[in-house]
């Protein structure tokens, strides 16, 4: 046999083999085209239909009406709210139904002709920096371009000399730290490392090397076993989430307005998820290898990139968004900064201490109940 017949068949041969291994295919194929995807859709600074609050002190003055209108015109923003007084704006802000107050003054159109001009405020949720920068960016330009419009000629009632200011206020983050938006995702993403990825690379390995499977015909219950061997990774978990706390408030100054037991409850609820996600991974694989690249590609990536960690949630795809709804560190992220930055009770976020214990509760016995059927010892 020559050399090209040889070779010809060692690449035929590898051929029949990749074709054969479907899981090779996906990784070659499937994966690469579905991250693509994920982060073209998912990878955006463009920020539409950002829900705002309108205080208009003017009572329906004209230039008023026109700011308003003028701002929902390029579909950027969409009046949620319209508030009565100032009070009111930050009750807005604590329910999360609003990103930007925009505050109108009394006498707004007749300031506008006056030396100085009139001042219109923008206020900013800052507890996600990029988010309220993106946001303040666009209306403070959309008033600029009123301006401009008022400036020239033929505006009859609003004629050339109007002037229209800005005054910006950002609300949770006056410093403007970074800190704030990285830190609870942080504690997101050390979470799905050391609850989820290792307990899930954990017991793929005992399975296996077969230890499991002995350990699971000793007289302990294998259910035993498996709490037994999670609750480690519960423990380390909690420290390092405090630890990541701590670091935050005494190096970044991160506040915590809200309660600590709320945010211990959070971060519990939280682990748990993550370790039932873990068990259900090292379940339905046979290697820790396999387990790895699940936790990462299944588990990692979605709290980086479906979690508003980074990229704003309302911006994605309707699609993407009731994904992110299954995401455990979405809940997580809008839970802790509610709770640490603006110090709401812990009754008013009973949602996503609702949806994380409802998560935890099935994610850990359907995780458990699936690991504990697929070691069951053969009689």
């Known amino acids: 046999m020559?050399?090209?017949?040889?070779?010809?068949?060692?690449?035929?041969?590898?051929?029949?083999?990749?074709?054969r291994e479907r899981r090779t295919l996906s990784m070659l194929f499937v994966i690469p085209l579905a991250l693509v995807l994920l982060f073209g859709y998912v990878i955006s600074t463009d920020v539409d239909h950002t829900p705002v609050a309108v205080l208009d002190g003017s009572q329906g003055d004209p230039l008023a009406r026109r700011l308003v209108q003028k701002l929902t015109a390029a579909d950027r923003f969409r009046v949620e709210r319209t508030l009565r007084s100032e009070a009111?704006?930050?009750?807005a802000f604590r329910t999360g139904t609003i990103r930007l107050a925009v505050?109108?003054?009394?006498?707004?159109?007749?300031?506008?002709?006056?030396?100085?001009?009139?001042?219109?405020?923008?206020i900013a949720d800052a507890s996600d920096l990029n988010l309220a920068t993106t946001v303040l960016s666009y209306a403070t330009g959309i008033i600029a371009e009123l301006d401009a419009e008022?400036?020239?000629?033929?505006?009859?009632?609003?004629r050339q000399g109007a002037t229209l200011r800005t005054d910006v206020r950002m609300m949770y983050n006056p410093e403007l730290k970074s800190a704030y938006m990285f830190v609870p995702g942080v504690i997101a993403m050390i979470v799905?490392?050391?609850?989820?990825?290792?307990?899930?690379?954990?017991?793929?390995?005992?399975?296996e090397t077969g230890t499991l499977r002995l350990l699971t015909i000793s007289p302990l219950k294998a259910r035993t076993i498996v709490l037994g061997k999670v609750v480690p990774y519960f423990v380390l978990t909690a420290i390092s989430t405090a630890s990541i706390m701590l670091l935050g408030t005494a190096v970044f100054g991160i506040p915590c307005?809200?309660?600590?037991?709320?945010?211990?409850?959070?971060?519990?609820?939280?682990?748990?998820?993550?370790?039932?996600?873990?068990?259900?991974?090292?379940?339905m694989v046979r290697t820790q290898q396999a387990a790895l690249t699940a936790a990462l590609l299944g588990l990692f990536m979605p709290t980086m990139l479906l979690s508003g960690f980074i990229f704003p949630i309302?911006?994605?795809?309707?699609?993407?968004?009731?994904?992110?709804?299954?995401?455990?560190?979405?809940?997580?992220?809008?839970?802790?900064k509610n709770l640490m930055f603006k110090?709401?009770?812990?009754?008013?976020?009973?949602?996503?201490?609702?949806?994380?214990?409802?998560?935890?509760?099935?994610?850990?016995?359907?995780?458990?109940?699936?690991?504990?059927?697929?070691?069951k010892p053969t009689r």
Do not use: Y
Not at 317 to 328: G, I, N, R, S, T
């Open 2 to 19: 020559t050399i090209r017949s040889r070779f010809l068949s060692i690449v035929g041969k590898e051929w029949r083999h990749i074709l």
């Open 257 to 283: 307005h809200g309660s600590l037991w709320g945010v211990a409850l959070l971060c519990s609820l939280f682990i748990l998820s993550a370790i039932g996600l873990g068990i259900l991974i090292s379940a």
């Open 88 to 91: 009111e704006i930050d009750a």
């Open 150 to 158: 008022l400036n020239d000629d033929g505006q009859g009632d609003l």
């Open 343 to 375: 110090g709401v009770p812990v009754a008013e976020i009973w949602l996503p201490i609702a949806i994380l214990g409802a998560l935890a509760t099935v994610l850990f016995a359907a995780a458990l109940a699936l690991f504990l059927r697929c070691e």
């Open 314 to 336: 309302a911006n994605m795809p309707v699609v993407l968004q009731w994904l992110c709804q299954a995401v455990p560190a979405t809940w997580f992220i809008a839970g802790i």
């Open 192 to 207: 799905m490392i050391v609850a989820a990825l290792m307990t899930s690379v954990t017991l793929a390995r005992e399975k």
């Open 103 to 122: 505050v109108i003054p009394p006498h707004f159109g007749s300031d506008a002709r006056r030396p100085g001009g009139a001042q219109v405020q923008l």
